[in-house]
């Protein structure tokens, strides 16, 4: 074989190999839409939650692995320590300001902790903007440890001390957050958070509720879908810091499995796909970050997971 025969040979594989790769590239590209949903994802945050403080994000890493399979995604910020209804009216301004600038008709909402009820509260009085309704580790069912401070506070007579303190924090994060003019009502959190505000919250919206006490909801209301998931495990981690706070708030629980602030079974809600993860309350938006129990899942392929579900509903 002459020189000029094993040139044109070699540059003949390279263009294979190259035209190979490209085709190969842009395959993966246009193949990765596994988060594609129909309608952008809201991601709805808890108590003393934020969007992002600097480099922290309150969902870290979820945001980027959500908008990586295409899809797209908000994260709203609402007041740290209000009601579920002044929260879900903050948040359905964002919608609205959202449709308006963007044109879009409908949200899957996503919300964490409070940020479900938050959610529930939008999808109830505004349901042509909702197509779903995910809920993750939220106390549908009010959480023994907002009776508990309730108790406690009221008993010795430090509710206002206390609310001051919490709505100094709630304050503190929204203005490092970015959203320093949000108001805080740190005694109309607990209420809404407690059992018995919980309760009244559910009987006014009903939406998805459970048919028994620690059952499952109605899959679709008002062509809404609801969904739930929860975790059940408290010391995760040996190297996080807030195993420590989510153990010794665990201890009202006595012996019902929770997340170190949500029952097992309060975080039911719609379809409920899953209710013992291996998580604590932060190891379910994978705080803090990303430290879990070794063999637990990942919080981030969860969410990956359950906006494909979302997709795959046509959603």
Known sequence: MTFRHRLMRG???????????????????????????????????????????????????????????GATVYTPSVSGAETSEARGEQLLRALRSYKAAYGH??????????????????????????ASVTTVGSPHA?????????TVTSWTGTTGFAATLANGLAATIAFLSGSPTLPQDALGSLKSLSTRGAADFNRRFPQGKPTSSCGQGPASVNNIRYWSVGGTSVATNVLDVSDALLVGSSVVFGFEQNDGLVGQCSSHWGTVLKDNYAWNHLDEVNQAFGLRGLFSQDPVAFYRAQANRIKSAGL
């Open 11 to 69: 540059l003949c594989s390279a263009a294979l190999a190259a035209g190979l790769s490209f085709g190969a590239a842009t395959h993966a590209v246009a193949a990765d839409t596994y988060t594609q949903t129909k309608y952008p994802v809201v991601l709805v945050h808890g108590a003393f939650g934020f969007d992002a403080i600097g480099p922290v994000s309150y969902w870290y890493g979820i945001v980027s692995a959500l908008r990586s399979g």
């Open 105 to 130: 008709q409908k949200f899957n909402l996503i919300g964490h902790s409070h940020g479900g009820p938050t959610a529930r509260y939008v999808a109830a009085v505004a349901p042509e903007l909702i």
């Open 142 to 150: 009010g959480s023994k440890v907002a009776d508990a401070i309730e």
